[in-house]
């Protein structure tokens, strides 16, 4: 596209677009009469003058204020880049070479449910499992195709890195550095895109969506648990880790992005297409006097399994819908209490219960324990099970304080559906 400005003593400025494509049309040609800019402002005199367009046409009595053999070049070359914009159109889905760089991309829109996810809970590395995890390999995915080949890295040996959630696969490395400015641009639109305001005004919509828990960029971090925002990464805004040696350590040749579980087991809404909504069950306080266990007893087989409770609809929890969740820091002792004595075909003397645990909907491989609340907690794990996958498992429990077991995960976020199958009563 060519933009052509001639001047000529006394006469009017003329511009016109001429292109090879048939898809840009020529408007029409706009007369430019540059006026008297002896008293005004630098400012005015880039703009021209207050109170009049670039495109106006003046009287004749302001025509004849023109002086012959003035060259107002400068002032037509502004006018006409003022206006250029309005006077192309250009055809839908037409080719056009742009006389600047282009407009860094970002991902493409996608049908997406009018629910949002939860705001996410933060959920530190606990387990050494580095396979790159689902949410994490589209997350890669999707950077590629939007952004074109950088070097990208998820897994990292466990006992490299204790905290960063690579040792759980659920952490990506986008190599982009902040001081190539080709690789910042894409960086800069990426997260302009990912932490933009939602159409109802929900922060960060797109990082909700995809399970985003942080990212460390360019000195800084963004946290989407708790307040979510931007803060000083490790020191990072100091003069004295300004220097190239500290651009890895700073996150200024790379993006760090840590996901939630759900975002690493693809089950938030960008990725399936389904809101993660169910919140976290409460955790148990049960607490009270703990039964003994007498030498003889008897063991009753239950015709059918019973259940005492179940986390998907609620039965034998308040009638409230949540998950069980991994302790959010050391010491958090996160548990869902149950009560399975004197309810669910067991009586009420009942000392010890045969129970079947069952994970559902785990978002990452996790150990599960079952225990009598207010009891040890076992250091064997009832069950286990993978991501994605449900598991169930069958433990005899001496039921504690109440009558209640506790149940509990070392990581990730599942429901849970506790069913007692026999129990025994003294002799």
Request: net charge positive; aromatic share 6%; hydrophobic share 35%.
């Amino acid at each position: 596209m060519l933009l052509a400005v001639r001047s000529t003593a006394g006469q009017s400025l003329s511009r016109a677009i001429e292109s090879s494509g048939p898809s840009v049309q020529i408007i029409r040609y706009v007369r430019i009469i540059a006026p008297n800019l002896s008293n005004t402002t630098p400012f005015e005199r880039a703009l021209g003058r207050p109170g009049r367009h670039c495109g106006d046409v003046p009287s004749p009595q302001n025509r004849r204020t023109v002086r012959r053999g003035r060259l107002i070049v400068t002032i037509a070359a502004t006018c006409a880049a003022v206006i250029a914009p309005m006077l192309v159109s250009v055809s839908p889905g037409a080719s056009v070479t742009p006389a600047v760089a282009s407009v860094t991309p970002v991902p493409r829109d996608r049908l997406l449910p009018a629910a949002i996810d939860l705001q996410p809970q933060y959920q530190g590395q606990s387990i050494c499992n580095p396979p790159p995890k689902p949410g994490v390999t589209l997350l890669a995915d999707l950077l590629k195709t939007t952004y074109g080949p950088h070097a990208m890295y998820s897994s990292r040996a466990c006992k490299d890195d204790p905290s960063s959630e690579h040792t759980e696969g659920r952490a990506l490395d986008w190599m982009v550095t902040g001081r190539i400015p080709s690789d910042k641009a894409k960086a800069e639109a990426f997260l302009n895109w990912l932490l933009a305001p939602g159409a109802d005004g929900t922060k960060a919509a797109m990082a909700r969506r995809m399970g985003i828990m942080y990212i460390g960029w360019n000195n800084q971090i963004w946290r989407g648990y708790n307040k979510v925002g931007w803060g000083e990464l490790k020191g990072c805004f100091a003069k004295s880790k300004a220097g190239t040696n500290y651009d890895t350590y700073c996150h200024r040749d790379h993006i760090h992005f840590s996901l939630t579980w759900d975002g690493a087991a693809a089950l938030t809404s960008y990725w399936d297409g389904s809101a993660q909504t169910t919140p976290p069950c409460p955790t148990g306080r049960v607490t009270g006097k703990k039964p003994g266990l007498p030498a003889g007893r008897r063991t009753v087989q239950l015709p059918t399994a019973k259940s005492a409770i179940n986390t998907t609809t609620g039965t034998g929890n308040g009638k409230r819908v949540c998950r069980i969740q991994e302790p959010r820091w050391s010491g958090d002792a996160q548990r869902l209490d149950a009560k399975v004595v004197g309810k669910a075909g067991v009586p009420a003397d009942a000392v010890r219960v045969l129970v079947r645990a069952t994970a559902i909907g785990p978002n990452a491989p996790m150990a599960i324990s079952v225990w009598g609340t207010g009891r040890k907690k076992p250091n064997a794990a009832t069950l286990t099970t993978s991501q994605n996958a449900n598991a169930s498992a069958e433990r005899w429990v001496r039921p504690g304080s109440k009558g209640y077991v506790s149940v509990a995960t070392n990581t990730g976020d599942t429901h849970i559906r506790l069913q007692t199958l026999a129990y025994q009563v003294p002799n």
